[in-house]
């Protein structure tokens, strides 16, 4: 249920997920708060967008060169602007919710957000899709809502919502202690069990690969907030004719793959600081948005 | 579990009431110093001129615990181990896999981790630079840089037997080295007149605490091998010669550098071992017994910690054997392929 986890979910958390996390720990020099010391603390002054850092989809990284360096942007391909528009309409679709207008009207916003005149793919499945994901959000919130009034009668209104969707979306939070972007927007945030989530919309690639997302933002809300962020899960939400699959990967943000963030955001930073063209692959994935500046 | 360390001259490992027992003599007067029962040892390690009784040796046997010799040049003696406890098949396998394309894949993933280790070593006191000593940093970027480069190429390499490949691979691994090792001088003070590895007959101070502290790493690493039921004379990477441990110098190329690098330069760095702690004896630098004592004990408590793998916080000496343990089981076939031990930072 898109951040919400389900029984099973929530049973591998707590008797699982968790209690290993706690086992095994964390190294404190790879605790955000930290990002004043090595192996943290930035070793090139240059601050990368999330996506860049993590993508990993350029096999040399030449999309951050042609980004950052060449100040190029990149193809807006139709699965491109489905993942943008999936993921303002699980935001506003979070919005309503907690504004408790859990019959608001997709096709009004849609239409207000302009999209077909700004970016380009397969509209009639985008919406349709993006409407699919709409509906399922409100019903699963309103539900859960529903039956926290019955549980807790003495509970207010605002505070059911915020306990019913214990959930900051779209949060706003600066990456500039780590030499990351200074606008940086967290899917998710579950304020409650303390979990960074990442929202994937029909991705195919490798999937432990993603887990370096939510590890980033981690990273990030340790360094501003310093408490702890030791749990992330992956939402990958797929379409496959009328219906919309979703499946989570729940995982420790562990030491692991802690430094392994520092290690792109390094390499990364280094080829801006250094201006320095990685090269072409001698394979592309399909879907890249450079393509057609690559040439491949 | 602790691990025995008897160093110095008139000190005796025996038995009393099936108690393994450290006596030491003192003018007139012999007194007991440590008292354990067996099963409580992980291992013991005499250096110096320590002796032991075959009775002790035959008590620690019985409940698997081995013992090293080391001498101060920082070479492994000799060794006593428990009888092997494993299946002959590993062995087998061990053996056969020498001409096989799997053996071939091993000594490829032993270099790749050693240079991936050396990388993250370089890299993590180039950071730690960064603002104190930029120039310094910058060097060993490049160092880690250079390396990298070399990576790419042992990459290339296609998997083949041990014989067919192994020049290829030694020769990256050497040049890989030449720049880890000329990097790391970069960072060392004159007085210690370091310039490369001297491997075996340490010249320089330097090469005197690195070579006691491998020794000590072959050690650890034998006892590894030996419970995961491998030959440790029938290694991969390095070639066979009468008497020289390959399979044990094999595993240990993962660790040099986070167990024994890593603790050699932040002795110096932190000035906890001076120049004047080391003299030459026929041509090989010493160290006295100040500074052997303090390597020791600062790697073997480094055994003792604990290191967080994505699954689990382990120990580095479990570490070690779990390493051996997934070679075993690769060459056995249970696993269809290795990937070796190595560290982001
Ligand atoms: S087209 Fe190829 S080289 Fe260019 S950015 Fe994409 S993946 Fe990288």
């Known amino acids: 249920m898109v951040y919400f986890l389900d029984e099973l979910e929530s049973k591998n958390l707590l008797k699982s997920l968790r209690p290993k996390a706690r086992q095994v720990g964390v190294t404190e020099e790879l605790r955000g708060w930290n990002w004043d010391t090595s192996p943290l603390k930035p070793y090139h002054d240059v601050s990368l967008p999330m996506y860049l850092i993590c993508a990993g989809y350029c096999p040399t990284s030449r999309d951050v060169y042609l980004s950052k360096v060449k100040g190029m942007k990149g193809e807006y391909t139709h699965p491109v602007t489905m993942g943008v528009i999936i993921h303002d309409t699980v935001g506003q679709a979070f919005r309503e919710a907690k504004l408790k207008k859990f019959d608001a009207d997709f096709s009004s916003w849609y239409e207000s957000m302009d999209y077909e005149k700004r970016l380009s793919g397969n509209f009639e499945e985008i919406r349709r899709c993006a409407k699919m994901v709409w509906n399922f959000i409100l019903s699963a919130a309103k539900a859960r809502f529903e039956s926290c009034l019955v549980t807790q009668p003495y509970g207010s209104p605002e505070e059911l919502i915020l306990t019913t969707i214990p959930f900051l979306v779209e949060h706003r939070i600066s990456g500039r202690l780590l030499g990351t972007s200074g606008m940086l927007s967290v899917d998710c945030f579950d304020y409650m069990r303390n979990i960074i989530f990442d929202l994937k919309v029909g991705f195919k690639g490798d999937r432990y690969r993603c887990r370096i997302y939510p590890t980033g933002y981690a990273l990030v809300f340790e360094s501003v907030y310093e408490v702890p962020v030791d749990i992330g899960c992956n939402v990958f939400i797929n379409f496959k004719g009328e219906r919309m699959i979703v499946e989570k990967d729940l995982f420790h943000i562990n030491d692991d793959l802690r430094s392994w963030w520092i290690e792109e955001r390094d390499n990364k930073a280094e080829i801006v600081y250094e201006e320095k063209d990685p090269g072409i692959p001698p394979s592309c994935p399909d879907d890249c948005i450079y393509r057609s500046v690559c040439g491949e | ?345």
């Open chain 2, 1 to 345: 579990m602790s691990r025995l360390v008897v160093d110095g001259w008139g000190k005796t490992i025996a038995v009393e009431n099936e108690q393994i027992v450290v006596k030491e003599r003192e003018a007139n007067e012999t007194k007991i110093v440590y008292r354990s029962i067996p099963s409580e040892i992980e291992q013991v390690i005499v250096t110096g001129s320590g002796s032991i009784t075959t009775r002790a040796i035959e008590l620690l046997a019985e409940n698997g615990v081995d013992v090293v010799f080391i001498d101060w040049k920082g070479q492994v003696r000799a060794r006593i181990s428990p009888p092997i406890m494993r299946t002959v098949n590993t062995r087998r396998e061990q053996y056969r896999a020498f001409d096989e394309p799997k053996g071939g894949a091993l000594a490829k993933e032993f270099v790749r981790c050693k240079m991936r280790n050396q990388m993250s070593l370089l890299g993590t006191m180039a950071k730690t630079r960064r603002d104190s000593q930029p120039a310094k940093a910058q060097a060993l970027s490049e160092g880690r840089h250079g390396i990298e480069l070399w990576l790419e190429k042992l990459d290339e390499i296609r998997t083949a037997s041990c014989n067919e490949i192994r020049d290829a691979i030694m020769g990256i691994e050497g040049n890989a080295s030449a720049i880890y090792w000329d990097s790391i001088s970069q960072l060392i003070d004159e007085s210690f007149q370091f310039r490369n590895r001297s491997g075996r007959y340490a010249t320089d101070p330097v090469n005197a605490l690195l070579n006691y502290g491998y020794a000590v790493l072959e050690g650890e690493c034998w006892k590894a091998i030996h419970y995961a039921g491998l030959d440790p004379y029938g290694g991969f990477l390095h070639v066979d010669r009468p008497g020289r441990a390959s399979m044990v110098l094999d595993l240990m190329e993962m660790f040099r550098q986070q167990l024994v690098d890593k603790v050699v330069f932040e002795l110096i760095f932190h000035k906890r071992v001076e120049p004047k702690e080391f003299e030459m004896e026929n041509g090989v630098c010493k160290m006295q017994e100040g500074a052997r004592k303090l390597l020791l004990t600062e790697i073997l408590s480094k055994m003792e910690d604990h290191i967080r793998l994505p699954e689990k916080r382990m120990k580095w000496s479990d570490v070690i054997q779990r390493e051996a343990v997934s070679v075993a089981k690769f060459l056995r076939g249970e696993t269809t392929s290795y990937r070796g031990f190595w560290m982001r930072w």
